[in-house]
């Protein structure tokens, strides 16, 4: 799992005044600036098992670990900080590269010279920096000096933004210019993400284990991943094709070059110096290797067909790199770089910016759609209108929003008219599965070592994949399928359910329906087939969870509900029947309400049974009574001294009160810190422990600093807490569904079920307390009081068989695309 923080003495000496009121006249005054925001705790509060985080790079910082001490000491000798209400996210600092400027030509294939000459300003120098198509040129402006240098070279300087504002000005007006834009720094959309191990939940509830019965995919469908480039990962390495790097400023580039035909990941680009590595894990979810036994699976499954463009770098990237790589992967020819191989049907942005349309972007957009092109892009992360978010305000586009476990729009992602449909992007401050991780996006990534390994995100970054994903699915049944007759299918196919007043576009993608569709399949007089989303839902004291209940058939499908086990009587739903036509989706609500149960775990399960032998599927309910989920959280703000030693002033160290809704505010010198919080989950009295929640902003894998500003407030200073377990206390699987004779040989939490109803004993462990390892699934025991962990497996379209389960097992269809071995 990645563990990755990188200080780089980013952080200057940091100071808290804690004691202050949430008055604007009394936070804000001549020497302090204000901090505010609000941490979100993983919603299952309980101890974490077998998730090492980023922390632990924290921790081997010198002096790091005294954090908790320091923590412990200052609220000892102190008082609850007093809290406020945030306003509005974080105001974003300018992204304008200031003197760069995007022409477009009304003449193709002019040369750097005549490009130079015709786009001359008088008073300014210009070079000649990127070409980006035939007709379009990446130009940097500076300001003349009246004095030569000695060298006999023009003595320049950079153009302020005021001057970039009037050179763009008088370029857009020169003869010859068709439009000239503002070159802007492009990021990835990746916001926070945690380093927690689970199972890809997202697939079953985008109906993907149906669609890969009609296919998965074809090595003729290339998909290009315009991202940070591309890394060594051995679930990745069978599906890549040689790809470019478009970054055109050396600098940016970190590889000590311009644009080349090497598209590897050198990382450095987050803005703590530090690697996301964001491509590699887009690029696992479009086609990690699949049905290799091995890390995790991919949207499409086998064959060497992604395409790695880097067009992000160190800090991001630029519109001019993006337009180039746009151009490129769509085989538009980009002057003096080889041509790509074969030009990509469908082209992954999981990256963008905020501002207006771009006309440079679109003008790409639309000439690679001509091409055959297909653009996939993310909605952005700011949970604001997407107007004003490029590349989803742009034409001819699939713009991809972000939908929770439950089917919703996650709390970060933007929403509006451009919206076309959400997918699977997860919310980390949640386990809505109740097993014991948060709800991310799973897939490959490299760890703090740079080795190969596994981990979650959230972001409409992770949402957009998918969608490419599906999208290469549907061309491999139909390559003739055009960008406008696939982004209809999607919208037509989609799950309504998941619409939101905001704008959700057609809501969940359903890969299955839009599959079927572009192989001209669903037909409605085909028998009707139960699906179900999940297998499993959490849900804490009297609370209420949504499963997602599918007809994957033609014709009505009615579907008869119940609630069974030891304690069905706590669990309601919200039909007894449900009627549901083909091919289409519709909600069942459940709802606990404990009564008179005393405080613990209970589960009970939900039997649905489709009529005429339409299928038959059963969801394991997990509720807790009595849950503590208030507990107030320590705030902390860190620094590096001048002998790169982390430091905690007493004054940098406050609570936050769970029962204040863990918003908080506080009092600042100017400076930039590094912001960290936790809860004492275990209530051993220490912070920032195993079994605590904890987190920094922005996230555990991708520290930001924040910048105080004398007078000023920063608000939305927000991030999640979720379970922390150091690597020191990794737990070893357990070897579920294995033989056994007693619990011994079932691992450090096993237990062996020997009786006569498992032949040879079978290896398994409780899984109300404990997340069930890699390969496994938790399921209701026969008595409907407890659950426990059972071997996965995939079952067969002709029935229950053996499969992959071991003799003697069978494996039997859960309804959500997986399986169980059981005894027969």
Not at 18 to 35: A, E, P, Q
């Amino acid at each position: 799992m990645l563990r990755r923080l990188a200080l780089l003495g980013m952080l200057g000496l940091a100071a808290c005044d804690t004691k202050g009121d949430d008055d604007d006249d009394d936070i804000l005054d001549s020497t302090k600036g204000t901090v505010e925001g609000t941490l979100q705790p993983f919603q299952a509060g309980s101890a974490a098992v077998g998730s090492p985080s980023s922390l632990d790079a924290f921790f081997s910082l010198p002096n790091a670990k005294s954090l908790s001490q320091s923590v412990s000491r200052a609220l000892a000798a102190r008082g609850v900080w007093r809290t406020g209400i945030p306003s509005k996210p974080l105001t974003q600092a300018s992204s304008l590269l200031p003197g760069q400027v995007i022409v477009r030509f009304d003449t193709p294939g002019l040369s750097a010279e005549e490009a130079v000459a015709q786009a001359r300003v008088a008073g300014y120098h210009v070079e000649h920096q990127a070409y980006l198509s035939d007709t379009l040129h990446l130009l940097r402006f500076e300001v003349r000096q009246p004095q030569a240098m000695s060298s006999g070279a023009p003595n320049v300087r950079a153009l302020t933004e005021a001057e970039h504002v009037r050179v763009l000005q008088k370029v857009q007006a020169v003869p010859g210019v068709q439009h000239a834009e503002s070159n802007v720094r492009v990021r990835p959309l990746a916001v926070p993400n945690d380093p927690l191990y689970s199972r890809q939940w997202h697939y079953s509830k985008m109906n993907l284990p149906a669609a890969w019965d009609l296919g998965t995919g074809s090595e003729s469908i290339i998909v290009a991943v315009l991202d940070t480039g591309s890394t060594d990962h051995p679930d990745l390495n069978s599906r890549m094709l040689p790809g470019m790097d478009l970054i055109s400023d050396a600098a940016r580039a970190g590889d000590g070059n311009g644009v080349d035909n090497n598209p590897k990941d050198e990382g450095r680009d987050l803005p703590n110096g530090d690697s996301s590595f964001h491509g590699t894990h887009v690029a696992g979810t479009i086609g990690a290797s699949s049905n290799n036994g091995v890390g995790v699976a991919g949207v499409t499954w086998s064959g060497r067909n992604i395409v790695p463009v880097r067009v992000l770098g160190k800090q991001g990237g630029s519109l001019a790199d993006i337009a180039a790589g746009m151009n490129w992967a769509s085989g538009g020819n980009v002057p003096g770089v080889a041509p790509i191989a074969n030009r990509a049907r469908v082209i992954n942005m999981s990256l963008g910016g905020n501002g207006a349309p771009s006309k440079v972007l679109q003008d790409e957009v639309n000439a690679g759609v001509l091409r055959g092109s297909i653009f996939v892009v993310a909605a952005g992360n700011e949970n604001m209108n997407t107007a004003n978010s490029f590349p989803c305000n742009l034409q001819n586009v699939i713009c991809v929003g972000a939908a929770r476990f439950n089917g919703k729009r996650s709390s970060y992602s933007n929403f509006g008219p451009q919206v076309d449909v959400m997918a699977a992007g997860g919310q980390t401050s949640e386990d809505r599965n109740g097993d014991k991780f948060p709800d991310g996006v799973l897939s490959t990534l490299l760890n703090s070592s740079n080795q190969p390994s596994y981990e979650w995100n959230q972001g409409t970054s992770m949402a957009a994949p998918h969608v490419a994903g599906i999208v290469a699915l549907m061309l491999a049944k139909n390559p003739n399928l055009s960008s406008q007759e696939v982004e209809g299918i999607l919208k037509d196919t989609a799950d309504a359910t998941s619409l939101c007043s905001e704008g959700c576009g057609a809501g969940l993608v359903d890969a299955y329906a839009a599959v079927l569709r572009a192989s001209g399949g669903g037909n409605p007089d085909a028998p009707p087939k139960l699906a179900i989303s999940t297998t499993q839902l959490s849900i804490t004291g009297a609370d209420t969870q949504t499963l997602s209940v599918r007809n994957n058939g033609g014709g009505s499908l009615q579907v008869g509900v119940a609630v069974s086990g030891a304690n069905a009587s706590a669990v309601s739903v919200s039909s007894t029947s449900l009627t549901i036509p083909a091919y289409k989706s519709a909600s069942l609500s459940v709802s606990v309400n404990p009564g008179s149960l005393a405080v613990g775990s209970y589960v009970a399960q939900v039997d649905l049974t489709g009529a005429s032998g339409a299928g038959s599927a059963q969801v394991l309910v997990k509720f807790r009574v009595g849950a503590t989920e208030g507990k107030d959280a320590v705030i902390a703000f860190a620094y590096l001294d001048a002998a790169g030693e982390v430091q905690i002033d007493d004054d940098g160290i406050g609570t936050v009160s769970g029962s204040g809704g863990y918003e908080y505010t506080t009092k600042l010198t100017p400076r930039d810190y590094l912001v960290l919080a936790s809860i004492d989950d275990t209530g051993e009295g220490d912070y920032f422990d195993d079994g605590d929640r904890v987190g920094f902003w922005r996230d555990t894998t991708q520290v930001e600093t924040v910048a105080v500003t004398k007078g000023q407030k920063t608000p939305g200073i927000s991030f999640t807490l979720v379970p922390y377990q150091s690597d020191e206390d990794e737990q070893p699987n357990a070897t579920i569904g294995q033989p056994c004779s007693s619990s011994s040989q079932c691992g450090a939490n096993g237990l062996c079920a020997n009786g006569s109803a498992f032949p040879g004993g079978y290896c398994t462990q409780d899984c109300l307390s404990l997340s069930c390892p890699s390969g496994s699934a938790c399921y209701p025991s026969s008595d409907g009081a407890s659950a426990y962990c059972f071997a996965s497996c995939t079952p067969s379209s002709s029935g229950t068989t053996q499969g992959s389960c071991r003799t003697g097992y069978v494996c039997v269809d859960d309804g959500a695309g997986s399986g169980a071995c059981i005894p027969p």
